[in-house]
């Protein structure tokens, strides 16, 4: 089944490490992306750009609205996923627990629908 794992975290943290706990911090994800390769439940992944890019969309009354910036304000942002086909809740549960980003912000597992 697959699951996605959301990684929420303060996404000015980054700007706020050195170089090399920058250098660190992606080695983490690095070797995490390894391991999740490596055991074939990988099925895709992204980190995605800071909200201040983001473009928000809502329809109301017919009428589209088009919003520069996040919809939420949170103390914590979508930075990036990870998409994994794992046999239940309990494997996709414990592969958060190993993501670097368990130690610094939250792992959002969901599961998906296929359509």
């Not at 943290?13 to 390894?34: D, H, N, V």
């Not at 439940?41 to 017919?62: F, I, K, M, P, Q």
């Not at 494997?91 to 610094?104: E, F, N, Q, T, V």
């Amino acid at each position: 089944m697959e699951y996605l794992l959301l990684l929420y975290a303060d996404e000015s943290g980054w700007s706020r490490m050195s170089p090399a706990e920058q250098e660190q911090g992606a080695a983490a994800y690095a070797a995490y992306t390894q391991a999740l390769k490596t055991a074939g439940v990988l099925a895709g992944s992204n980190r995605l750009r800071d909200t201040a890019t983001a473009t928000t969309v809502h329809v109301e009354n017919g009428k589209s609205q088009v919003l520069d910036g996040p919809y939420v304000d949170s103390r914590e942002q979508l930075g990036g996923y990870y998409l994994i086909d794992v046999p239940d809740l309990d494997a996709a549960l414990a592969w958060a627990a190993r993501c670097p980003g368990a130690s610094h912000g939250t792992i959002e597992v969901r599961p998906v629908w296929s359509m």
